[in-house]
């Protein structure tokens, strides 16, 4: 069967896309596995299918290159209110995307093209308990914990933003993110695994994050991610609340804002290609 498909990115994380409204694809999750390879297929972090919803303007469901669904994806749900409105399932300055996250809203910032941009997305509030990461650390809140992972001691700081996410304030270039990731993302310490992001505070309300993605590795962005380092700065002192806060990615910028109601993320969305594939 040949289908269309969408390459699209946000911030240089990068998904294949699939327009699932009116017809779906069989097993995404070894298509993911599949597509995603960068040597010998079209190359991703995982595949991203736009899906109707009976709550919603639609639905969005992501899985990783490793073939495993996540729960939310931050960059990938901007690139998927852009497609709905490029392709016309929805129509205005904003919608809502169904996710295992609950359902999110979006607001929508336009090109000269008339095309969608970028979007500023209502991501909802943040969940900080230890066993709702979930952890096996507990406490309404795992800020600054010692823990032992990989033989050495780390501050680590617990956020979930949908997808959970463990922060360490640690020098990212100076860090081998490619040896010491998989050690957080497997620790017993998390039984569903965990994102892992390393990051600099470059001045306040400022960061710079490199990031290590259970089921994906190393990828050049990550929108839950850097919603989960505002977070953890503002709870450690670093940033503030009601205050926007650029964290820079390999792949480019995003402003976050955290509040006492929600965190909202700002940033671009971009189609880089389309093509069609034999599924």
Request: proline residues 12%; glycine residues 8%.
């Given at each position: 069967m040949l289908r269309k498909f969408y390459k699209m990115h946000g911030i240089g994380n990068d998904y294949i896309y699939f327009d699932c409204m009116s017809e779906d694809v069989p097993d995404p999750g070894a298509l993911s596995v599949r597509l995603s390879d960068r040597h010998f297929s079209i190359g991703g972090d995982g595949v991203i299918l736009l899906r109707p919803s009976a709550v919603a303007d639609c639905r969005m469901s992501m899985f990783?290159?490793?073939g495993s669904e996540g729960k939310m994806c931050g960059n990938g749900i901007r690139c998927v209110g852009k497609l709905a409105r490029d392709l016309g399932y929805v129509?205005?300055?904003g919608c809502t995307i169904e996710t295992l996250s609950g359902?999110?809203?979006l607001e929508f910032f336009f090109g000269a093209d008339g095309k969608v941009s970028s979007a500023k997305v209502d991501m909802g509030p943040a969940i900080l308990g230890g066993a709702d990461i979930p952890s096996a650390i507990e406490g309404e809140r795992v800020v600054a914990y010692p823990a032992v992972i990989g033989g050495r001691e780390w501050d680590i700081t617990l956020v979930s933003m949908g997808n959970p996410h463990c922060v360490v304030f640690a020098d990212p270039e100076k860090t081998d993110i490619e040896r010491i990731?998989?050690?957080f993302e497997n620790s017993p310490l998390f039984?569903?695994?965990i994102n892992t992001e390393f990051v600099r505070v470059m001045r306040r309300n400022e960061l710079k994050m490199r990031v290590w993605e259970r089921g994906s590795g190393e990828?050049?962005?990550c929108g839950t991610g850097a919603c989960a380092v505002a977070v953890a700065a503002v709870l450690n002192g670093y940033a503030d609340m009601d205050?926007?806060?650029t964290v820079h990615l390999r792949g480019g910028d995003l402003e976050i804002t955290y509040t006492k109601d929600a965190v909202f993320m700002t940033g671009g969305a971009t189609l880089?290609?389309?093509g069609e594939i034999e599924i």
């Open positions: 990783n290159a490793d129509k205005g300055s359902i999110k809203k990731g998989p050690l039984p569903e695994r990828t050049w962005a205050t926007p806060i880089v290609f389309t």
